[in-house]
């Protein structure tokens, strides 16, 4: 079973803001500050980073479970402002991607709010689940999309700017090197799943001694020749693997759930079929393909990974200097924003910064 924390995680660390409207100016001494945590100022506009927005999220975070005792007893008072600046710090980083798309034109699509905010109620079993989840958030459908929709944005900003990321070939090569011991521990399995009663809301399937009855036949074809793909596409209800003939993925100890992960680890040959496995999502019959994964195999995924990971590091270096390039103001009783670190420090610590900056 899975709890809210699914839609707390995503809450306290996603990249996602609400645009706010309307310009204001940094250099207006009025009360604009009263609701407001922060103010933006970008190439274009600027923007209010209002406190119920740090509220918000933190409101998520210390209903965690993992995290709700740090927000008690003598140091919790002093825990939730830490906590406050280090999410300030966040938005108004976030704040200055968004400002940065709209600059670049960079917008998003309906479908990819769909799919991205689909994907979060499949963490959940059953929408009275996710429901309930977004209640106990305060949260509406619609503002859980305008959430993802933000997200989506950043996320094509960060496709655009680490476009050109590549990995060569001696590092995929020594990235494989360096972890061949992982890749020689891993293995390669074909599936059949049998299940003739599948509850796709709760995505697990009532098991029957008839399901198990021909898991079995199948173990015994397999066993006696049969062809397995042509018996995968027949058989299982495994609707992505089935069109490869039950083919799976290569994976490690802990990738999958701990009865395929036994049967899967204790077949040697390969050729080997297991005896019939019961799993939430019904009878599975493994075939072991391979032992260890070469490298041509792992090739494509590595260079993926270490694709991403320069993405990630250039997308990272040119949002520091956009960062560097906005002006940002902070509410005086939360403290200052320091370009160096990135984040919103005490105004303590900033004097403190100052004054070692000018001893002799």
């Not at 924390?5 to 309307?22: E, Q």
């Not at 825990?79 to 940065?100: K, Y």
């Not at 905010?117 to 959940?124: M, Q, W, Y």
């Not at 996320?155 to 680490?162: H, L, S």
Request: with cysteine; hydrophobic share 40%; charged share 25%.
């Amino acid at each position: 079973m899975r709890s809210r924390t699914r839609l707390s995680l995503l809450l306290a660390g996603a990249l996602f803001l609400s645009a706010c409207g309307g310009e204001t100016s940094l250099d207006d001494q009025g009360s604009y500050f009263a609701p407001t945590a922060a103010v933006v100022c970008g190439e274009v506009n600027c923007e209010k980073i209002p406190e119920s927005r740090i509220n918000s999220r933190l409101a998520s975070v210390v209903k965690d479970p993992t995290t709700a005792n740090v927000f008690k007893g003598p140091e919790g008072t002093s825990n939730r402002l830490d906590a406050q600046r280090e999410i300030l710090g966040e938005l108004i980083r976030q704040e200055v991607g968004l400002q940065m798309a709209r600059t670049m034109k960079i917008t998003t699509d309906q479908a990819d709010i769909d799919a991205r905010f689909n994907n979060v109620k499949a963490g959940f079993d059953g929408e009275g689940a996710f429901k309930e989840a977004l209640k106990t958030e305060g949260l509406t459908e619609q503002e859980l999309k305008s959430f993802l929709a933000n997200e989506s944005i950043l996320a094509r900003v960060r496709e655009t700017v680490g476009k050109n990321a590549r990995a060569s070939d001696a590092e995929i090569e020594q990235y494989y090197q360096l972890n061949k011991s992982q890749f020689d521990e891993q293995v390669k399995v074909a599936h059949i799943v049998v299940c003739g009663n599948f509850d796709a809301e709760q995505r697990t399937c009532s098991v029957s001694p008839a399901d198990q009855e021909r898991a079995k036949n199948i173990v015994s074809r397999a066993r006696n020749g049969d062809d397995f793909g042509a018996m995968a596409r027949e058989f299982s209800v495994d609707a992505v693997s089935k069109e490869r003939g039950g083919e799976l993925e290569f994976f490690s100890r802990g990738d999958v759930v701990p009865e395929l992960e036994e049967a899967a680890f204790g077949m040697f040959q390969v050729g080997d079929i297991s005896e019939p496995v019961q799993t939430p999502f019904g009878f599975h019959v493994l075939k072991l393909l391979a032992v260890g994964r070469p490298f041509e195999e792992a090739k494509p995924q590595i260079a993926n990974a270490l694709a991403t990971q320069k993405a990630n590091a250039a997308f990272e270096e040119w949002l520091i200097d956009a960062v560097k390039a906005s002006r940002v103001k902070v509410n005086p009783k939360l403290g200052v924003f320091d370009e160096i670190t990135q984040s919103v420090i005490p105004r303590s610590v900033q004097q403190a910064q100052g004054a070692a900056g000018s001893a002799p």
